[in-house]
Every structure is written in structure tokens, then in C-alpha cells.
């Protein structure tokens, strides 16, 4: 049917009646939640109601009703964790059916999926239970003893700092990510700010800030992994990254000769090749060497970020698994990080001033580390992210 044109009235008419045909198709739920944006941004509204209020309203359950049947699994874990914490007792059949996905789905395991049937479980008990909360969480223990025991408490909105894989998880699910901070007025030499956005002076490469703060790293998020153990870590002061990795055109603005790729294999060369502004692909001594001619040209302090930097940027606050969410997806390199960051797990891994035990170079990134906290000492070249720390 196509909407009247002869007046702003006939249009208002004619949308307000396809609302109400809406609404009507399907009680209870909320029709404009689906077309908020992506899914990125409907996760952030579930957790954000999870994290803001503490009982719902008639708009809530709306959301999350239809957050339960959402074609996202990442929406639908965040709505189950919503509804026991704002204790929307009328979503309970809603919660029992939501639909999780299986291991071996987006990169989860076995374990992961258990923590996941397991929350459903517990959110489910509690919305059923006319007893208080600690009777509630007496039927979980006896009817769900392999959980982790203090699994029901964070979904009963008690406040704890993940230290396990489990409690990690939770974390990254129910935690909305922060807003990008808002730029330091003091700039470091090299940096200037256009339209509220931060740039290498004089030219087009863009720089995300990461702001001090505490951040969540690490994470045994598999046995095979390279990652380390959870940890809290406090970023003393804040640091501009760059958004993606340098291609040749970035250095040339800068005044400098751009290098040659380095030899590279043969697979990082096939993904190269089918792109259109492939990034640099250096050693480790060449990366030094470019951060310490740009450094010379712009009269600035040129770096690699630390891996800790880097990983943080990549990462955020809320602790996920991947710069996009908490599940594995196809890479185009287009994935951003809740601070903008790009490219980080394709097409290539980034260099990172930080060495490790033995004294190899350690890289984050690239199509086979997607992980923000996954780290390697196996690249002989990689791309290049620079980095300016402020005063």
C-alpha cells in the first residue's frame, strides 16, 4: 500500500494506522525496537535498561519481549540477564523460550553455552519464585549445582569484579560500553582536532582516544589461545591510537619516503591484493624505524602502542571477547570497536611496542587473533597503528 502524499494529515493518518496494525499483529511487544539501527545498537539498549533502572515500566517489557525473540543471540542473552534484574516477572515464559545458540556457533564452546543455559536457567527461577531472593537462589543451588556459585548473584544485579572466565562473560553481556570520551583540551604535538574528530596535523589519518581509566584484560577464553590470565589494569594516561593500521598514502602526508612491504606469505599477500588501500606491512625494526621518521617530520612523539594500550582500545570497558561483541563473525575489516577502532582483526596483525619474556615483539589483531586479548610473537612482518600519548 503506498502512503497518501496530499497532505501532512493524510501521511500521519496513514502511518498512525500502520502502527496501530502493527501493534495489534503483535501485543505487547515493541515495534520500533527493531529498527533502532544494528545489531550493536539494540545490545546496548537492552544492557543499558539492565544497568539504569530497577523495575520496569510498560515501555520496558515491551523492549524486552521482543529483545528475547531477537534475531541477535548477544540481544537475546542481554535481555534474559535484563528481565531477572529488573525482576519482570511477566517475561518469565518469554525468558524459558529464548533461543540460544548451540557450541561451535560464533566461536563458542561447550562451556560457554552452559554458562548461557545455565543464566536462562536462574533468571527463569527467579522471575517464578514467590520467595525472596535468597529462597530463589536456594532452588538454583539445588536444582543447578554445576554452576558457578556466584553466577546467580551477578545476574541478581550484586556488584563483583570478573576474575573468572564465566564471571567475564556475564560482564561483557550485561555491561553497556561506555560513551567514546570527550577529547582532552591540552593536545599533544602532532595532534589537532577537526569537526570533533582527532587527526595527525596537516593531515587525513584519524586518531581514536582512549582516555585513563580501569579496564578489564586478558581472559582464558581458550586453552590454545596466547591470552593471558583476567586481570584489572589502570591506564595511567590517555593515548591517541590510530583508527586503522597506515597504508602507503597515510606516510606519504607525513613527508616520508613509504616503505615496501616487506616479504610477506603468500596467504597475507592474496588478502592484500583484494583490497583497495592494503596497509603497510613491515618487520618489527622497519615499524621502529617509520614511528621514528614520522616522529622527526611532525615534530612529535610517534609510537606503537603497548599491548595493553592497543588491546584496551580495541576492548573498551564492558570486557568482550572481540572489538565487535562477544562472538565470532565474518571479517571484512569494517568491524568497529565501541571506540571506533578499525581493521583490527583484518586484514592483518598490528605491531605493539611490547616484547615479550624472551624479548620477541608481540603483535594483537589479525584473521587468525581476532581476539582483543590474544597476543603473538609468531609474525616476522605485520601492519602498522601508530600512536601519540598525551602529556
Known amino acids: 500500500m503506498t502512503a497518501p502524499t496530499d497532505s501532512p494529515e493524510d501521511w500521519l493518518r496513514h502511518e498512525s494506522a500502520q502502527l496501530r496494525a502493527a501493534r495489534a499483529a503483535r501485543p505487547g511487544h515493541s515495534i520500533l525496537f527493531p529498527d533502532l539501527g544494528d545489531a550493536t545498537v539494540r545490545r546496548q539498549v537492552v544492557r543499558w535498561m539492565a544497568s539504569e533502572y530497577d523495575a520496569p515500566t510498560p515501555g520496558i517489557l515491551e523492549v524486552l519481549r521482543t529483545a ?3 534475531q541477535d543471540w548477544e540481544v537475546r542473552a542481554s535481555a534474559i540477564i535484563a528481565a531477572a534484574r529488573l525482576h519482570a516477572i511477566t517475561l518469565r515464559s518469554a525468558v524459558r523460550e529464548a533461543d540460544l545458540p548451540s557450541a561451535g556457533q560464533f566461536g563458542l564452546d561447550d562451556i560457554d553455552v552452559q554458562l548461557l543455559i545455565g543464566m536462562r536457567f536462574i533468571a527463569a527461577t527467579l522471575l517464578g519464585a514467590a520467595e525472596s531472593a535468597a529462597d530463589a537462589a536456594a532452588i538454583v543451588a539445588a536444582d543447578f549445582p554445576m554452576l558457578h556459585h556466584d553466577l546467580g548473584a551477578l545476574v541478581q544485579r550484586q556488584p563483583c569484579l570478573p576474575t ?3 564471571q567475564l562473560l556475564l560482564h ?8 567514546r570520551d570527550v577529547l582532552p583540551e591540552q593536545l599533544p604535538a602532532g595532534i589537532e582536532v577537526r569537526d570533533d574528530r582527532a587527526f595527525i596535523a596537516g593531515t587525513a589519518i584519524e586518531m581514536t582516544w582512549l582516555a585513563p581509566g580501569r579496564f578489564i584484560l586478558g581472559g582464558d577464553v581458550s ?11 589502570v591506564l595511567p594516561r590517555g593515548i591517541f591510537i590510530a583508527r586503522r ?8 602526508q607525513c613527508g616520508v619516503q613509504p616503505p615496501a612491504n616487506d616479504d610477506l606469505g603468500a596467504e597475507v599477500q592474496l588478502r592484500l591484493r583484494m583490497m583497495t ?29 603497548g599491548a ?10 564492558d570486557g568482550r571477547r572481540y572489538p565487535w561483541g562477544n562472538g565470532m563473525q565474518r571479517l571484512t575489516g569494517r568491524e568497529l570497536s565501541p571506540l571506533n577502532l578499525e ?3 583484518a586484514p592483518a596483525p598490528q605491531w605493539t611496542s611490547t616484547r615479550a619474556a624472551a624479548g620477541t615483539p608481540v603483535t594483537l589483531g589479525g584473521p587468525t587473533s581476532p581476539l582483543c586479548a590474544a597476543r603473538s610473537t609468531t609474525h616476522a612482518c605485520a601492519a602498522l597503528r601508530i600512536a601519540i600519548h598525551a602529556p
Do not use: G, K, Q, Y
Open 68 to 70: 528475547l525473540a531477537d
Open 164 to 166: 573468572t572466565r564465566l
Open 172 to 179: 561483557a553481556l550485561l555491561t553497556p560500553a561506555p560513551l
Open 223 to 233: 586453552p590454545d589461545s596466547d591470552t593471558a590470565a583476567i586481570r584489572h589494569w
Open 245 to 252: 593500521p597506515l597504508v602507503a598514502t597515510d606516510i606519504a
Open 277 to 305: 588501500d592494503p596497509p603497510v606491512m613491515l618487520t618489527f625494526p622497519h615499524a621502529v624505524e617509520v614511528c621514528e621518521a614520522l616522529s622527526a617530520a611532525l615534530d612529535a612523539n610517534v609510537t606503537l602502542p
Open 308 to 317: 595493553d594500550e592497543l588491546e584496551c582500545a580495541a576492548r573498551s570497558a
Open 343 to 345: 581493521r583490527f582483526a
